[in-house]
């Protein structure tokens, strides 16, 4: 039985819905979140991403719209954008896209004129630790342009810039992406800005995982050194679920017209809001501290697995994620995040660098810091999770040991509560 109550509204319209987001509320107050792209949104931002602005139109752009009633639509858009420009140092920034994906889609399309001869991308192959987004076969973004993907280093599994460069010149790109979705270093944009710069591409960069980091100086950020940076809002920036865009002026007027009228029509004000007090408060001691902590916690996490046998990708991590093949312990990816997940251990199996086992049954397992660490979730807690987590891998078959994990789990997350997920 829920001890959650539902929204009063929600519940007398459609309380079978209301029901189940009283059940997830309740999930995500009992369990830990140890994806590496979740993260929890304050109660500030849920508010502003559930207020009256879910019922505005305004395609354009703050004081060139197409629809009136902008009064004050113009200024929170207005808002979002100095905020995310300050808090970033970038020229300008782009607040409407609805989500990373279509942001990439957008800077691509901003950057390679439709007239182009050159249309050619290089990015992180997927099965490297780069994203679908970045040119992968089943993506749209690989109909659209001719992209070629670069790896990691076969036994450090880390970038090999003289690699990268020598499949660059050969290549010719018009834009290399620096960017990744399950890669534990510290990306170093400088050296991709050189090599691009040597071919005569344009450097570009997704933070989308990161830019929590970069916000809170924990991790080197790509906009001096990019013609233009995607990132989602969410993840270690604790925004909604959005996307935005920063360049160099001289994109400016490009990246505009390449998400609206180019790929969107009206934006999400309701989440441009939720998006302007995420970066309020990432402009704040406080997230800065708890920038650094999210490092230092995946730090811990991937000693403890790694002394618990876990092979880690790359032996640590510089970020927030933790990249570990399961297979010493005798499970695959898939195996070993099934039963964390029944231990309240809440991964997801991923492929790790030259995995011989298919995508959807790999060899490894991504895990996270950033949410635990909106929890306050210290270095010692990191301790226990790691524990818990091999202690779930060995015991997958074992129903009555996975639900003993979990009732520890609860206790720990009982004494560190989610923001924003509200016991009410």
Known sequence: MSHLVPTSHLAAVDPILAGLIAQEEERQAQTAKLIPSENYASAAVLEASGSVLTNKYSEGYPHKRYYEGQQFVDPIEELAINRAKALFGADHANVQPYSGSPANLAMYCA????????????????PAGGHLTHGWKVSMTSRFFDFAHYGVDPQSHRFNFDAILAQAREFKPALII????AYPRTIDFAKFAEIA???????VADMAHIAGLVAGGAHPSPVPYAAAVATTTHKTLRGPRGGMLLCKSQYAQAIDKAVFPG???????HTTAGLAVALHE???EDFRRYAHQVVANAQMLAEVLQS????????????HLVLFNTMPL???????????????????FNSIPFDTQPPMNPSGVRVGTPALTSRGCSLDDMRHIGNWIARSIRAREDGDALARIRSEVGDLMAIRPAPGVPLR
């Open 111 to 126: 950057l390679i004129p439709r007239d182009s001869d050159n249309k050619r991308i290089l990015g992180l192959g997927l």
């Open 330 to 348: 005798g499970a695959t990816g898939k195996q070993a995040a099934k039963a964390m997940d029944l231990a309240g251990l809440e991964a997801n």
């Open 178 to 181: 620096a960017g990744a979705t």
């Open 263 to 269: 790929l969107q029509g009206g934006p999400h004000n």
């Open 308 to 319: 618990e046998g876990l092979q880690v990708i790359t032996g640590g991590t510089d970020n």
């Open 282 to 284: 990432a402009n704040t």
């Open 197 to 203: 710069e040597e071919v005569g591409a344009l450097l």
